[in-house]
C-alpha cells in the first residue's frame, strides 16, 4: 500500500476535520478491510451465531457488518486532482464501517459499545438477534454509499431523531436497509451515516476520504451534544410480525398495504420466509 507522508488540505476544512483527517491511519484501515472475521472479534463476546459484541460501558450503540459482496483482493491509497485522498478497496461496504467505530472514533475519544453482525448483504442480518439488558439511548452505523444519512422507520413519527438530525447538518435521504433495521425492537433510535463510498459492491469501490471526514466530524458534533439525550422509538403496530418485506418479495406477494397481511403462499414459494403462527398469512424472515 502507498501511502504519501505529506498531507494536503481542502483549504475548507475546519480545524477538527483537519485532526479527524491526520488520525486515520491507512495500516489500520487496511487491517480492517484484509483481516479475517475471527482477527477483528478476538475479545468479543458471542451472543448467537454470526454476531459479536463489545460492552465498552456507554449508552450509546455503534454497528456495522462484516460480511461483504466482493472478496478483499487490494487497498490502494491514491491522490486525485480536485478529489483528494481516495480509498480504493473491494469491501469498503462495510469494513469502513468497521474500522470508523472500532478505531477511528476511539482515536478520537469516542467509545461506544460495538455491534458487529454478518449477513447483511443477503438481507438477514444477525442483528435480529441481538438483545440487550442495557437500554441504549440511540445509536449508529456507517454502512451508507456518498454523503447523507438514512434512517428507515426509525424516521417515522419521531419528530426529535429527525430535527436532532437536521440541526447537525446531516443531509437525510432515502435507504432501503441495513443491520439497523432489525434493531427496531431495542426502543432506540439509530441512523446509517454516509462513509464517501461510490461503487460499493465491486471491485471498483472507493471511499472518497474528504466526505468520510466531513461525516465523522458533523457525528462527532451530534454525539457531543447528544450523547445524554435518550431518543426512544416503538415499532410501528403492525399486525404482521417483522419487517416490511414488500420491497424484495417478488410482485404476486406483495402485502396489502391497508391490512399488512402478506398474500397466501407456500412455504416452498419462499424458502427465505418462515411461517410464525398457524395463520399462513403471518411472515417473518427466517
Not at 486532482?81 to 469491501?91: A, Q, T, Y
Not at 454523503?147 to 436532532?164: G, M, S, T
Not at 471498483?204 to 466531513?214: C, F, R, T, W
Not at 391497508?258 to 398474500?263: E, V
Request: charged share 25%.
Amino acid at each position: 500500500m502507498n501511502i504519501k507522508k505529506k498531507k494536503r488540505y481542502n483549504k475548507h476544512m475546519s480545524r477538527t476535520a483537519r485532526k479527524i483527517k491526520n488520525m486515520i491511519d491507512y495500516y489500520e484501515f487496511e487491517d480492517c478491510c484484509n483481516s479475517t472475521i475471527e482477527q477483528i472479534t478476538e475479545g468479543y463476546e458471542n451472543p448467537a451465531l454470526g454476531l459479536y459484541y463489545k460492552n465498552q460501558g456507554s449508552d450509546i450503540l455503534a454497528v456495522a457488518h462484516l460480511d461483504s459482496v466482493c472478496k478483499p483482493s487490494h487497498f490502494v491509497l491514491v491522490q486525485i486532482p480536485n478529489k483528494g485522498d481516495i480509498v480504493f478497496s473491494p469491501v469498503l461496504d462495510d469494513r469502513a464501517g468497521v474500522y470508523i467505530i472500532t478505531k477511528l472514533l476511539p482515536s478520537l475519544g469516542i467509545n461506544m459499545d460495538i455491534l458487529l453482525t454478518e449477513d447483511e448483504e443477503i438481507g438477514a442480518s444477525t442483528a435480529y438477534f441481538f438483545n440487550s439488558s442495557k437500554e441504549y439511548k440511540w445509536g449508529v452505523e456507517f454502512d451508507r454509499e456518498h454523503d447523507d444519512v438514512v434512517l428507515y422507520d426509525y424516521e417515522y413519527n419521531n419528530p426529535q431523531w429527525v430535527q436532532a438530525i437536521k440541526e447537525s447538518k446531516f443531509k437525510i435521504g432515502i435507504g432501503t436497509f441495513s443491520d439497523i433495521s432489525y434493531l427496531e425492537h431495542l426502543g432506540c433510535s439509530f441512523f446509517n451515516i454516509g462513509t464517501g463510498l461510490v461503487r460499493g459492491h465491486s471491485d471498483y469501490a472507493h471511499i472518497i476520504v474528504d466526505d468520510l471526514v466531513y461525516n465523522v466530524e458533523k457525528f462527532i458534533n451530534f454525539y457531543n451534544k447528544y450523547k445524554d439525550t435518550k431518543f426512544p422509538y416503538s415499532m410501528p403496530n403492525y399486525e404482521t410480525p417483522g419487517h416490511d418485506l414488500s420491497w424484495f418479495l417478488p410482485k404476486e406477494y406483495w402485502h396489502n398495504k391497508t391490512t399488512k397481511h402478506y398474500r397466501k403462499a407456500e412455504p416452498t414459494d419462499l424458502p427465505f420466509l418462515t411461517l410464525e403462527t398457524e395463520d399462513d398469512e403471518l411472515w417473518k424472515v427466517y
